[in-house]
């Protein structure tokens, strides 16, 4: 049973609703600490009221395979976000916040879809900015009888404060971990001391789930899975990632490494970011994983660097030309 089920029925999720919206008053939600009363409209950094905004809902088959399984992944991808990345391929939903406001009750019943259609979880993209909605639409959808495993699909810029009031309501956290340099992470997504935060969410986030638990079909039903997308001319710091992970964390923690940079949005008028991942980057880091002994993960081919190129704008319902495809 999903964690989250033993605290509805306990009362205790309804506690941890009412305790993340204590925090829109002052915004802490995540490290950039806006401090606006988003209770009364105001906007931070993230451009989100007390709204609820989502673009897509759908089975997802572009995640790994533990989390895609043979029916995909049930994935509510959220507008904005609290990173302002210059590469993002999702720009139409995370800069410019493409996306229908939509009520809890109603994002409760897509979840609900979602399970009935036979989807293995419901995947929540980008969600650390809308944390209060998010923990009260969980409540809602617990009442429908919701039971699939939540995912916690984040850029990895999120507060330890936060993350506690998830202890118990997410099953599976599947955080980036895009920088281990503080002046790349400012200059290209826009936020301060971004490998201080991820590292002590990451180590959170295993606190919390622990190793990645699969059933026989090998799908997701538990645990961490760590992404890091591999960046041209060393901008993602690969690594020094790694090795954190090594030293960290157990060595058969899943790293899945994507190769899929594409130069999208602002990252053409960029000179680091302007060309595609080389052949001899990219064999680098699948060296230096095998190099410090790390045994479990996911490796996406250099081609998929051309796939899986969304258009939430023109076609929210299916927004991904074609799917990525992982090892």
């Not at 826009?190 to 959170?204: F, M």
Request: proline share 6%; aromatic share 8%.
């Amino acid at each position: 049973m999903p964690s989250y089920r033993h605290l509805y029925e306990s009362g205790e999720l309804k506690q941890r609703v009412e305790k993340a919206k204590e925090l829109w008053k002052s915004c802490n939600l995540c490290p950039r600490n806006c401090g606006v009363d988003r209770s009364k409209g105001e906007l931070g950094i993230c451009r989100t009221g007390a709204s609820l905004k989502i673009s897509s809902v759908l089975p997802h088959f572009g995640e790994e395979p533990p989390l895609t399984g043979e029916k995909g992944a049930g994935a509510v991808f959220f507008s904005s976000c609290n990173l302002r990345c210059l590469h993002c391929q999702n720009y139409e939903i995370s800069w410019e916040t493409w996306g229908k406001d939509v009520q809890p009750e109603k994002l409760a019943g897509e979840m609900i879809r979602l399970q009935e259609a036979g989807c293995h979880n419901i995947d929540l993209v980008s969600p650390t900015h809308m944390v209060p909605q998010l923990l009260q639409t969980i409540e809602l959808a617990a009442d429908m009888g919701l039971r699939l495993p939540l995912v916690y699909n984040s850029g990895g810029y999120d507060s330890l404060h936060v993350l506690k009031l998830l202890d118990g309501v997410i099953d599976i956290y599947l955080p980036d971990m895009k920088y281990a340099d503080e002046a790349v992470a400012l200059r290209l997504s826009g936020v301060k001391q971004y490998p201080y935060y991820n590292r002590l969410a990451v180590k959170e986030m295993f606190r919390q789930v622990g190793p990645l638990q699969t059933d026989k079909k090998g799908v997701a039903k538990k645990g961490l899975l760590i992404r890091h997308l591999i960046l041209p001319n060393g901008l993602s710091g690969s690594f020094s990632t790694l090795a954190f992970i090594r030293d960290e964390l157990p060595r058969e923690t899943p790293v899945s490494l994507m190769s899929q940079y594409h130069p999208s949005y602002k990252a053409k008028d960029d000179p680091q970011l302007q060309q595609a991942l080389s052949r001899k980057e990219y064999d680098s880091v699948m060296d230096k994983f095998e190099e410090l002994g790390l045994t479990e993960g996911y490796q996406q081919e250099l081609s998929a660097s051309h796939t899986g190129l969304p258009a939430f704008r023109d076609r929210a319902d299916s927004p991904f030309v074609w799917e990525d495809c992982n090892e």
